[in-house]
């Protein structure tokens, strides 16, 4: 069998003592492992860093088999970030995510999109935090956990939707909310195409509400945590942007 796609470098690790074992979230094929040889070499493990966007060939003689990756680099993006930490952990945890949150061999084409988006962003883009925090919503909504912040789940309003129900996943408005706000998850505006310059406090507000949907709808359900890349990556950024107490 063999097949032939484009790839994003997701996570790598040693095989013996020359070989990598890479997964690549591809266009068509989804999450894919494969066994790349020689890629311990300094001049392919280069390549074959988290984020590269690499052309990549899967042979092997049965499906089931893990099967030989071979490529070559078609756009060099983690080198581009190695200088900026937090950006460097946002591409890390959303590269673990999506290992431990996608299917293998499914095609997830809104996922592999989304995180193109993100990479992009990541390079030149000063809502970079933002960016993620809607890949993390793209996650969701591409396994089929996608929040419905259309209207309020109480009223049908589509006023002032500043709550997100822990229970349906749906938003809920100021004065429906107000009540059971202590229990309500707070749903930034940015994330409703509302507001062109969201504070600091909204983007992390973003991350534990898509982190909850994460937790709870994603991995919980097979007994798993949250990736430890995710969980670093939060509070780093947590500390960065936090708005120190009055």
């Not at 000063?126 to 396994?143: G, H, I, P, Q, S």
């Not at 195409?193 to 991995?219: I, K, T």
Request: aromatic share 8%; with cysteine.
């Amino acid at each position: 069998m063999q097949w032939a796609d484009e790839g994003i470098v997701l996570a790598t690790r040693a095989h013996g003592e020359r070989a990598l074992i890479v997964q690549l979230l591809t266009r068509e094929h989804g999450r894919h492992a494969g066994l790349l040889r020689g890629g311990q070499s300094t001049k392919t493990r280069a390549a074959w860093q988290i984020g590269n966007r690499m052309s990549a060939t899967w042979r092997a003689r049965l499906a089931e088999h893990l099967g030989f990756f071979t490529g070559e680099i078609l756009e060099s993006h983690a080198a581009k970030l190695l200088d900026d930490r937090l950006r460097l952990g946002a591409l890390a945890a959303a590269a673990a995510l999506a290992v431990a949150a996608l299917p293998e061999r499914e095609p997830h084409p809104r996922a592999y999109r989304g995180l193109l988006d993100l990479i992009a962003a990541l390079e030149a883009d000063e809502r970079w935090a933002l960016a993620y925090v809607e890949w993390e919503m793209t996650l969701l909504a591409e396994l089929g956990f996608g929040l419905d912040l259309s209207s309020c789940a109480a009223t049908g309003s589509t006023d002032e939707l500043v709550y997100v129900s822990p229970r349906s996943g749906q938003a809920v408005s100021a004065e429906a909310g107000a009540p059971y706000r202590e229990k309500l998850l707070k749903l930034p505006a940015f994330l409703r195409g509302e507001n062109e310059r969201p504070a600091p406090h909204d983007m992390l507000d973003g991350l534990r509400l898509a982190g909850f949907f994460l937790e709870q709808r994603v991995f919980a359900p097979h007994q798993h945590k949250l990736p430890a890349a995710r969980s670093r990556y939060v509070d780093a950024i947590t500390r960065a942007f936090a708005i120190p107490e009055a």
